[in-house]
């Protein structure tokens, strides 16, 4: 058996469907159209994925998402350009992880070396995917080391039940045997099960399956927090940052939906927390008492919101849908890979 048969046997062992990619319907078309859009905006000829609204920085999540994109919208050459940026400029750590930002005039500086493990998880999973799905030349090796070092850095026994392990937001994050720091947003069931599938890693799956579990009891709580510190006792607030649930924790219900758990109870809070009494409006901010702090009608934000709801933005009445900023254009694109890889509405 070759390896693009074993990959796409793995693949298939969670019975997640994938994208297709043959003969295009209207609104494959539009997808391209507002990837042809996110391209211009946001993704430099070098490879570069921009944030303009960070003075035009990368991330390594930009690099992971872009990477995730092209290979869904079968783009090799996006996804070469960016692989080799990300190669020649991310690549200064001693591990197969990358640097988190790289800033335009300075590249990596001070702390920027710290790995962002969702850019890594997502980088990893699209060189797999790349590989397994659309038969490109991936060398395996690659997201095989990525998936290694995630495992060995930045997974951490909770605090609470020392077998089970939590994700953590990055090898450096702050971390000890009786307080880890979560950033449940970074939890990506799919990306973890099919990365650790394809090394043979248990602990990758752990950390999904313990993920999802973090996720809902979080979700019990009646809040979805960007931050949380996890402790012998439960969860309380983070150290470093506010207690609030905003734009990080909108990625939540759709890594859950795009991985087969749309009755999961953090889909079920993010469905009625969205909900915004302005019309064609959703919320995307929420203080530690839960009052609203913020709403948007960007197409990205309200594409989440659909996701859930099963009723997806149409490119063809919601203008531009790649507008606003990178995080809700970016947003926009990848809820419609998951609307077509994950399980139906009917289905659950």
Partial sequence: MNRRMLLALLGAAFGFPQLALGRQTHGETQLDDAWTAWKSRFLRDDGRV???????????????????????????????????WTRANLLVRRDALMAWRWTPGAGVQGA???????????RAWALLRA???????????????????ISASCLWP??????????????????????????????????????????NDARLIRAADHGETCLAELAHTGRMPDWIDVTERGYVSPQEHDLRSAYDALRIPLYLIWSGRRSHPAV?????????????????????????????DLPGYIAVKNLIACHLVDASTAGSPVRGPYYPASLYLLVQVA??????????
Avoid at 134 to 149: C, N, P
Avoid at 188 to 196: D, K, Q, V
């Fill in 50 to 84: 921009v944030d303009p609204e960070q003075e035009d920085a990368s991330h390594s999540e930009g690099q992971g998402y872009g990477l995730l994109l092209a290979q869904a919208r079968g783009d090799s050459d996006a996804f070469d350009r960016i692989e080799r």
């Fill in 112 to 122: 920027d070396w710290h790995n962002a493990t969702d850019g890594d998880l997502f």
């Fill in 131 to 149: 590989a397994r799905d659309s038969g490109w030349d991936v060398d395996a090796e690659v997201y095989l080391a990525i998936a290694r070092d």
């Fill in 158 to 199: 909770d605090p609470r039940a020392a077998a089970e392990l939590l994700l953590r937001p990055s090898a450096e994050a702050r971390a000890g045997s009786a307080r880890v720091l979560l950033n449940p947003s970074y939890i990506m069931p799919r990306a973890l099960r099919e990365l650790g599938m394809a090394n």
């Fill in 268 to 296: 079920a809070l993010a469905r009625e927390r969205l909900i915004s009494a302005h019309k064609g409006q959703v919320v995307v901010a929420r203080n530690l008492l839960g009052d609203i702090v913020a709403t948007s």
């Fill in 339 to 348: 609307d077509a890889e994950s399980s139906t509405c009917a289905a659950g």
